[in-house]
C-alpha cells in the first residue's frame, strides 16, 4: 500500500523563522551598536535598516521553499525524504534498519508542540535520518509504526486502516455525544475562569462596559426592566450574582468546548497490535499502545465527579520520551467499564480481600507539624505587623495543609498482593495507582532526618513511563516490601518484559 | 540496615578524595576570609574563626561521615547501593532490569585509581543509579559481573 508523500508539520517554519531571527537580529543588532557608536547616526541606519530587513527576508522564503521541498514518505517497506530546492536528494530507509525512533523536543519547538523525529540506524550521528519538524502526534504515531513493522506485526498502513476498518477490533470503550458533553460539564476549569476574569480586569477599557463596576450592572437591568429601578440593594445582588454567573457559563462553556475537541468520538479498541484509541473533533489522533508495554494503570476521579460515579484510567506504557508515557484509556467513564479494560491489559482492580494499609500516623503529624512551625508565625507576623485582613492567607493555608493531612491520613493507603502494587493518594482528585510486581525497574528507600528519627520511610520504584512512591511507610514494612517487589522482579529479565506473551519462559 | 547481606565498603582512597575536593573548595573560601580579615581592621578573627571551624568540618568530618554511610552489595543478583549523611537513600536494582552500564572515571578519580559505576535502568525514577568511589579494577570486575548475569538471563 502506497501512501502519499506529506511535508512536515506546516509550524516547523515559524520554529525556523523565529531561531533564524534571533540568529541574525542578535549580531546585526550587536554589530549596528558598536558601529553606530562612532559617528553618523542617521546616514549609517538609513543604509543598515534596507539591508537587514532584506535579509531577513530572502531568509524567510528560503526557509518557506525549503520546507515546500521537504516531504517524506511513510511506504510499506521503508521511509523515504525528498528534499532540496535546487539540487534534490532522496533517502530511503528500510525498516530493518532502524534501530529506534528517537523524538527530540527542544525548547523553540516545544513551545510550539513540535518534535525532531530521528531514525536511529546505527549509522551514528549526522548520518542518521532525522525530521524536523512534525507534531508530537505524528511523531508518536511514526515511532509506533516503526516499533511495529519492526515486531514484525503485519499490519495495514494507519490510513489505509482508517478507511477499510477490520472487523476483528473489538471495541472496549466509546463515548458518545451525551458522554462526552457530560464530561464536558465536569471540566468546568477553575483556572480559566481566573484568566478570563484577569484578562477581563486587564483589558476592561477594551469592552464596551465595566465588568466589575456594579453600579452600571445595576443601570444596565434598570434600563430594560423599569420594575428593578426602585429596588437599590436587590438589584445590586442582582448584578453581583450575572457577574459571577456570566464567569461561571464561560467556565463551563470552556470546559465544554475544550473536551468536545479533545475527546470527540472516543473509542478504544482492541486490536491484534494492541490497545487503539482514536479521537478528537477537527484534530483526530490515533493512537496505538501495545499491550505488552503497559507498565502500570493509574485511575483517577475528581472532587465533584466521584459523587456521581464517574472514573478515569490511564495506562502507564514504556516510552522513554517526554510526553507520550502517559495515555488516556477511559478518560470518563464507569467503574465497570474501567474494570473491563484493566482486564484487557492484564492488570487486575485490587480485589476486596486486598489489605489496605495506612501511612504512619507520625509521617501525617510530622508534617502537619512542620507546616504548622512555619505557617503559624507567619499569621502571627502578618496579624500584628501587616495590614488589614492578609493574616487570611496564610491562617487559611495553614488550616488547609492541617485538613489535608488529616484527609490524607484517613483515606491514603496501600496494599500489596501475589502479583501487584497498590497505592491510594490524593485529596481533591484521588487516584489509584496499580502496578505489576515484575514490571517494576528499581526500588529505593530513601529517608530524610525527620523521617530517621521517627521511624517511617518513603518507599520509590523505579517505573518505565512513571513514578509510583509510597510515603510514610514503617521502615521495616517498607524493606519486606523492596524484597518481595525484588523477589518477584528477579523471576523475569527486562527483555522478557517486552516479548508478547508469556513473561516466563526459559 | 538489614542483617542478612553486609555491605562492602567503598574503597578507602574515596575518603582521600572527597578531602581533597573539600579543600579545593576550603582553599578558596580560605583566601575570601583572609581578604576579608585584612579588610576589617585589627587581627580581631571575627571571619577566620567561622571559616575554620567551617573547614574542619567540610575537609574532615563530612568525608568521614559520607564514605561510612555508604555501601554497597552486589549479592544475590541486585546491585544494592546505601548512600546519604542526612538524607538516607537504599536504592536496589536487580541485574535483570540493568539496561547499560558506565564505568567513568573523572581526572581526580583517575589519579587515585578509581572509577565510578552507573547502571542505567528503564525507570523514569532512578533511571541511573551510580556508585562512586569503586577501585577501578572492582568497578570492571563489577561491570563483567552484571554483563554476564544479563546475558545469561537474556539466553
Request: proline share 4%.
Given at each position: 500500500?502506497?501512501?502519499?508523500?506529506?511535508?512536515?508539520?506546516?509550524?516547523?517554519?515559524?520554529?525556523?523563522?523565529?531561531?533564524?531571527?534571533?540568529?541574525?537580529?542578535?549580531?546585526?543588532?550587536?554589530?549596528?551598536?558598536?558601529?553606530?557608536?562612532?559617528?553618523?547616526?542617521?546616514?549609517?541606519?538609513?543604509?543598515?535598516?534596507?539591508?537587514?530587513?532584506?535579509?531577513?527576508?530572502?531568509?524567510?522564503?528560503?526557509?518557506?521553499?525549503?520546507?515546500?521541498?521537504?516531504?517524506?514518505?511513510?511506504?510499506?517497506?521503508?521511509?523515504?525524504?525528498?528534499?532540496?530546492?535546487?539540487?534534490?536528494?532522496?533517502?530511503?530507509?528500510?525498516?530493518?534498519?532502524?534501530?529506534?525512533?528517537?523524538?527530540?523536543?527542544?525548547?523553540?519547538?516545544?513551545?510550539?508542540?513540535?518534535?525532531?523525529?530521528?531514525?536511529?540506524?546505527?549509522?551514528?550521528?549526522?548520518?542518521?535520518?532525522?525530521?524536523?519538524?512534525?507534531?508530537?502526534?505524528?511523531?508518536?504515531?511514526?515511532?509506533?509504526?516503526?516499533?511495529?513493522?519492526?515486531?514484525?506485526?503485519?499490519?495495514?498502513?494507519?490510513?489505509?486502516?482508517?478507511?477499510?476498518?477490520?472487523?476483528?477490533?473489538?471495541?472496549?470503550?466509546?463515548?458518545?455525544?451525551?458522554?462526552?458533553?457530560?464530561?464536558?460539564?465536569?471540566?468546568?476549569?477553575?483556572?480559566?475562569?481566573?484568566?478570563?476574569?484577569?484578562?477581563?480586569?486587564?483589558?476592561?477599557?477594551?469592552?464596551?462596559?465595566?465588568?466589575?463596576?456594579?453600579?452600571?450592572?445595576?443601570?444596565?437591568?434598570?434600563?430594560?426592566?423599569?420594575?428593578?429601578?426602585?429596588?437599590?440593594?436587590?438589584?445590586?445582588?442582582?448584578?453581583?450574582?450575572?457577574?459571577?454567573?456570566?464567569?461561571?457559563?464561560?467556565?463551563?462553556?470552556?470546559?465544554?468546548?475544550?473536551?468536545?475537541?479533545?475527546?470527540?468520538?472516543?473509542?478504544?479498541?482492541?486490536?491484534?497490535?494492541?490497545?487503539?484509541?482514536?479521537?478528537?473533533?477537527?484534530?483526530?489522533?490515533?493512537?496505538?499502545?501495545?499491550?505488552?508495554?503497559?507498565?502500570?494503570?493509574?485511575?483517577?476521579?475528581?472532587?465533584?465527579?466521584?459523587?456521581?460515579?464517574?472514573?478515569?484510567?490511564?495506562?502507564?506504557?514504556?516510552?522513554?520520551?517526554?510526553?507520550?508515557?502517559?495515555?488516556?484509556?477511559?478518560?470518563?467513564?464507569?467503574?465497570?467499564?474501567?474494570?473491563?479494560?484493566?482486564?484487557?491489559?492484564?492488570?487486575?482492580?485490587?480485589?476486596?480481600?486486598?489489605?489496605?494499609?495506612?501511612?504512619?500516623?507520625?509521617?501525617?503529624?510530622?508534617?502537619?507539624?512542620?507546616?504548622?512551625?512555619?505557617?503559624?508565625?507567619?499569621?502571627?507576623?502578618?496579624?500584628?505587623?501587616?495590614?488589614?485582613?492578609?493574616?487570611?492567607?496564610?491562617?487559611?493555608?495553614?488550616?488547609?495543609?492541617?485538613?489535608?493531612?488529616?484527609?490524607?491520613?484517613?483515606?491514603?493507603?496501600?496494599?500489596?498482593?501475589?502479583?501487584?502494587?497498590?497505592?491510594?493518594?490524593?485529596?481533591?482528585?484521588?487516584?489509584?495507582?496499580?502496578?505489576?510486581?515484575?514490571?517494576?525497574?528499581?526500588?529505593e528507600i530513601a529517608q530524610g532526618p525527620i523521617a530517621r528519627w521517627r521511624g517511617?520511610a518513603s518507599?520509590?520504584?523505579?517505573?518505565?513511563?512513571?513514578?509510583?512512591?509510597?510515603?510514610?511507610?514503617?521502615v521495616?514494612?517498607?524493606?519486606?516490601?523492596?524484597?518481595?517487589?525484588?523477589?518477584?522482579?528477579?523471576?523475569?529479565?527486562?527483555?522478557?518484559?517486552?516479548?508478547?506473551?508469556?513473561?516466563?519462559?526459559? | 540496615m538489614d542483617?542478612?547481606?553486609e555491605l562492602t565498603q567503598l574503597d578507602p582512597r574515596y575518603k582521600t578524595m572527597m578531602r581533597v575536593v573539600a579543600a579545593i573548595f576550603a582553599a578558596?573560601l580560605l583566601?575570601?576570609?583572609?581578604?576579608?580579615?585584612?579588610?576589617?581592621?585589627?587581627?580581631?578573627?571575627?571571619?577566620?574563626?567561622p571559616v575554620a571551624i567551617v573547614i574542619a568540618y567540610l575537609v574532615i568530618y563530612l568525608p568521614m561521615r559520607r564514605y561510612a554511610t555508604r555501601g554497597y552489595s552486589?549479592?544475590?543478583?541486585?546491585?544494592r547501593v546505601v548512600r546519604g549523611v542526612l538524607f538516607h537513600s537504599d536504592t536496589?536494582?536487580?541485574?535483570?532490569?540493568?539496561?547499560?552500564?558506565?564505568?567513568?572515571?573523572g581526572?581526580l578519580e583517575?589519579?587515585f585509581?578509581l572509577?565510578t559505576l552507573?547502571?542505567?535502568?528503564?525507570?523514569?525514577?532512578?533511571?541511573?543509579v551510580s556508585l562512586p568511589g569503586l577501585a577501578?579494577?572492582?568497578?570492571?570486575?563489577?561491570?563483567?559481573?552484571?554483563?554476564?548475569?544479563?546475558?545469561?538471563?537474556?539466553?
Amino acid at each position: 500500500m502506497q501512501s502519499e508523500a506529506k511535508r512536515t508539520d506546516p509550524r516547523s517554519f515559524a520554529v525556523r523563522a523565529v531561531t533564524m531571527l534571533f540568529q541574525l537580529v542578535i549580531p546585526i543588532g550587536v554589530a549596528s551598536a558598536t558601529i553606530l557608536d562612532d559617528g553618523d547616526l542617521g546616514d549609517l541606519a538609513a543604509y543598515f535598516l534596507p539591508l537587514v530587513v532584506l535579509i531577513i527576508l530572502i531568509n524567510i522564503v528560503l526557509a518557506y521553499l525549503q520546507w515546500t521541498k521537504l516531504t517524506y514518505t511513510v511506504g510499506p517497506a521503508d521511509i523515504r525524504v525528498e528534499s532540496g530546492v535546487l539540487s534534490r536528494s532522496a533517502r530511503s530507509v528500510p525498516y530493518e534498519r532502524i534501530q529506534d525512533v528517537s523524538l527530540e523536543q527542544k525548547l523553540l519547538p516545544r513551545l510550539f508542540g513540535l518534535m525532531e523525529v530521528k531514525f536511529e540506524t546505527g549509522a551514528g550521528g549526522k548520518d542518521d535520518l532525522s525530521l524536523t519538524y512534525l507534531s508530537e502526534a505524528e511523531g508518536e504515531r511514526l515511532r509506533e509504526l516503526v516499533r511495529n513493522r519492526r515486531e514484525g506485526v503485519q499490519i495495514d498502513d494507519v490510513e489505509g486502516a482508517e478507511r477499510g476498518e477490520p472487523a476483528a477490533a473489538d471495541t472496549l470503550f466509546a463515548m458518545g455525544p451525551k458522554r462526552v458533553l457530560t464530561f464536558g460539564l465536569f471540566e468546568f476549569s477553575l483556572a480559566v475562569v481566573a484568566v478570563i476574569g484577569g484578562l477581563a480586569q486587564q483589558f476592561e477599557s477594551f469592552l464596551p462596559f465595566d465588568l466589575w463596576d456594579i453600579d452600571e450592572w445595576e443601570q444596565r437591568l434598570a434600563g430594560p426592566g423599569q420594575w428593578l429601578a426602585g429596588a437599590g440593594p436587590l438589584a445590586q445582588a442582582a448584578g453581583i450574582v450575572i457577574a459571577i454567573a456570566s464567569l461561571a457559563v464561560l467556565g463551563v462553556a470552556t470546559g465544554l468546548v475544550r473536551t468536545a475537541l479533545r475527546e470527540w468520538d472516543f473509542r478504544l479498541e482492541r486490536t491484534p497490535k494492541g490497545l487503539r484509541r482514536r479521537r478528537g473533533l477537527l484534530t483526530r489522533t490515533d493512537l496505538v499502545m501495545p499491550l505488552h508495554r503497559v507498565q502500570a494503570l493509574r485511575l483517577n476521579t475528581g472532587f465533584i465527579r466521584r459523587h456521581f460515579g464517574w472514573h478515569s484510567l490511564k495506562i502507564i506504557s514504556l516510552a522513554s520520551d517526554s510526553g507520550g508515557a502517559n495515555h488516556d484509556a477511559v478518560p470518563f467513564g464507569r467503574m465497570e467499564e474501567i474494570e473491563h479494560v484493566a482486564g484487557v491489559t492484564e492488570f487486575a482492580l485490587p480485589s476486596t480481600e486486598a489489605r489496605w494499609e495506612r501511612a504512619m500516623g507520625r509521617y501525617r503529624t510530622d508534617k502537619a507539624l512542620l507546616a504548622t512551625a512555619v505557617l503559624l508565625p507567619t499569621t502571627i507576623l502578618v496579624a500584628i505587623f501587616g495590614s488589614g485582613w492578609f493574616w487570611m492567607l496564610p491562617a487559611l493555608g495553614l488550616a488547609f495543609t492541617l485538613a489535608e493531612q488529616w484527609w490524607r491520613w484517613k483515606f491514603d493507603m496501600r496494599a500489596l498482593d501475589q502479583k501487584q502494587i497498590y497505592s491510594r493518594h490524593g485529596w481533591f482528585s484521588p487516584s489509584l495507582a496499580i502496578a505489576s510486581r515484575t514490571k517494576l525497574q528499581s526500588a529505593e528507600i530513601a529517608q530524610g532526618p525527620i523521617a530517621r528519627w521517627r521511624g517511617y520511610a518513603s518507599l520509590h520504584f523505579g517505573l518505565a513511563g512513571g513514578r509510583f512512591r509510597i510515603h510514610g511507610m514503617p521502615v521495616e514494612a517498607a524493606r519486606q516490601w523492596r524484597d518481595a517487589v525484588c523477589d518477584s522482579m528477579a523471576m523475569t529479565d527486562f527483555s522478557n518484559l517486552l516479548e508478547e506473551v508469556s513473561p516466563v519462559s526459559d | 540496615m538489614d542483617a542478612t547481606h553486609e555491605l562492602t565498603q567503598l574503597d578507602p582512597r574515596y575518603k582521600t578524595m572527597m578531602r581533597v575536593v573539600a579543600a579545593i573548595f576550603a582553599a578558596v573560601l580560605l583566601i575570601a576570609a583572609t581578604i576579608a580579615e585584612i579588610a576589617i581592621p585589627g587581627w580581631t578573627g571575627v571571619v577566620w574563626v567561622p571559616v575554620a571551624i567551617v573547614i574542619a568540618y567540610l575537609v574532615i568530618y563530612l568525608p568521614m561521615r559520607r564514605y561510612a554511610t555508604r555501601g554497597y552489595s552486589l549479592a544475590e543478583e541486585r546491585l544494592r547501593v546505601v548512600r546519604g549523611v542526612l538524607f538516607h537513600s537504599d536504592t536496589v536494582v536487580p541485574f535483570g532490569r540493568v539496561q547499560h552500564i558506565d564505568v567513568d572515571q573523572g581526572p581526580l578519580e583517575r589519579g587515585f585509581g578509581l572509577a565510578t559505576l552507573t547502571v542505567h535502568t528503564a525507570g523514569s525514577h532512578n533511571a541511573s543509579v551510580s556508585l562512586p568511589g569503586l577501585a577501578h579494577e572492582d568497578a570492571l570486575a563489577m561491570r563483567e559481573d552484571i554483563r554476564a548475569a544479563i546475558r545469561r538471563d537474556t539466553q
